[in-house]
C-alpha cells in the first residue's frame, strides 16, 4: 500500500523558516514527480512547487518563488520543502503529492496530474 505521510508543519511567527518532510512508502518515486500543494480554509488547494525527476527541474508558484525550495532524497524515499520568509498569507495545509509514472507535462500545475497525495501538514504564521 502506498503511502505519502507529511510532518514538520508547525506554528511559525512571520519571518520564520520551515522545513516539511513527506516520507514515501510502499513503492518508489525516484524517477517519478512530486510536488507540493496548500489549502487555506475556504480556499481551493493550491500548487506550491513540484520536482521533475529528468535532470531534477523544480518549479514553484509565484507566490512562494525566492522563499521556498523543494527537494527530494531519492535514497530515502523522501521529499522535502524549506520554506523561509514565511508571511501570514502562508498558512494552510500542505499536502505532498506523488505521480505515479516519469515524465515531465506542464499539467504539473494541476492536483489532477497527481495519482498519490499525504494526509497533510498544518503550518500557521502569525503575525
Known amino acids: 500500500q502506498v503511502q505519502l505521510v507529511e510532518s514538520g508543519g508547525q506554528l511559525v511567527q512571520a519571518g520564520g523558516s520551515l522545513r516539511l518532510s513527506c516520507q514515501a512508502s510502499g513503492r518508489t518515486f525516484s524517477m517519478c514527480p512530486m510536488g507540493w500543494f496548500r489549502q487555506a480554509p475556504g480556499k481551493e488547494r493550491e500548487f506550491v512547487a513540484t520536482?521533475?525527476?529528468?535532470?531534477?527541474?523544480?518549479y514553484y508558484s509565484d507566490s512562494v518563488k525566492g522563499r521556498f525550495t523543494i527537494s527530494r532524497d531519492n535514497a530515502k524515499n523522501t521529499l522535502y520543502l524549506q520554506m523561509n520568509s514565511l508571511k501570514p498569507e502562508d498558512t494552510a495545509v500542505y499536502y505532498c503529492a506523488a505521480r505515479g509514472t516519469p515524465g515531465y507535462s506542464e499539467n504539473y500545475y494541476y492536483t489532477t496530474w497527481y495519482n498519490y497525495w499525504g494526509q497533510g501538514t498544518q503550518v500557521t504564521v502569525s503575525s
Open positions: 520536482i521533475i525527476w529528468t535532470g531534477g527541474a523544480t
